[in-house]
């Protein structure tokens, strides 16, 4: 029977201090859309066809995807790779290649405007169980963690993930530490995201993207008993030159010390589950000396 979370100081496995989750984003668009976020955007008038910002998003799928995969192998580095659907009738091969290379495949909708929040109830369900069905036929792999689009989940979600037979979702923007979370079906574990992703340095410097997580690493070792870091890099933006350069040198300065857990979405999951960690659970990171000494009292 797992301890219940407050009454032991939760830990890693084998002692580490920080666990360091690479996430990679596969994104792609309907014909008759585009991301507003490319270069191009801000030059055209309202209302004109963005034909440069529908060719520049299927970067990720004809390039960027290729190499994020093979630097990741390179390196030895596990991800988890959330994958929109659609990318398996566009590119097929690299969602088959992502499996073959040794990592995971998380549903991320139908196509990455495809919003929870747009539907109604019946139809989040259908877009769920489209997803995981079209990513477990193409990649031959069990799908078992979901991510929605822009963060953009319903009350309902989480709920209907586990009613799909899903083990965990990264639609967790109010933690920075796995934790258990209660729906009507049954506890799903909730795996926190980031603010900061590679899509924050596309108008900067890349440099500042190495600058930020080597920071957060360092204080996390130096100051937190334990610590869950995550990385978010879009195929489109991460998967080019300039921000690769900058994440190899990221993770391998992240991999010189024994302190790191680079683990899965399903890995942390699982701990999470098994620990039994419902929300509030980690305040003895920071008053554990506080909380004994008045017992003592």
């Known amino acids: 029977m797992a301890k ?17 989750s690479v996430t990679v984003m596969f994104e792609t668009w309907p014909d008759d859309s585009a991301p507003n976020y490319s270069v191009q955007t801000t030059h055209l008038k309202k209302g004109t066809v963005d034909h440069a910002a529908k060719a520049w998003s299927t970067y990720g799928g004809r390039v960027g995807v290729w190499r994020l995969i093979r630097t990741l192998e390179r390196l030895g580095i596990p991800a988890t790779f959330f994958v929109n659907a659609h990318c398996t009738e566009q590119y097929p091969d690299a969602v088959k290649q992502i499996v073959k290379s040794g990592f995971d495949i998380a549903a991320h909708s139908y196509t990455q405007d495809d919003l929870l929040s747009y539907k109604t109830l019946e139809e989040q ?4 169980r489209q997803s995981i069905d079209l990513l477990e036929a193409c990649s031959g792999k069990k799908v078992t963690g979901w991510g929605s689009p822009a963060v953009a989940f319903t009350p309902e979600t989480a709920g209907f993930l586990k009613q799909a037979g899903l083990k965990w979702t990264c639609d967790v923007t109010y ?7 209660h729906t009507p079906h049954g506890p799903l574990a909730g795996v926190p995201t980031t603010d900061y992703s590679d899509n924050r ?18 204080y996390l070792r130096q100051n937190e008993t334990i610590g869950l870091q995550t990385l978010v890099i879009h195929c489109q933006f991460g998967g080019r030159p300039l921000i690769t350069a900058v994440l190899t040198e990221l993770l391998k300065y992240m991999a010189k010390t024994r302190d790191v857990w680079f683990a899965r979405h399903e890995e942390l999951a699982d701990w999470v589950l098994k620990q039994d960690v419902d929300e509030h659970s980690y305040q003895s990171r920071y008053f554990a000396q506080a909380a004994t000494a008045k017992k003592k009292r």
Request: net charge positive; hydrophobic share 40%; no cysteine.
């Open 125 to 128: 369900q259908a877009v769920i």
């Open 175 to 181: 933690e920075d530490l796995p934790i258990k979370i």
């Open 201 to 218: 340095v596309l108008r900067s410097s890349s440099r500042d993207l190495f600058d930020v997580h080597r920071g957060t690493f360092d």
């Open 4 to 20: 219940k979370a407050g009454k032991t100081a939760l830990k890693w496995p084998n002692g580490k201090k920080v666990a360091v």
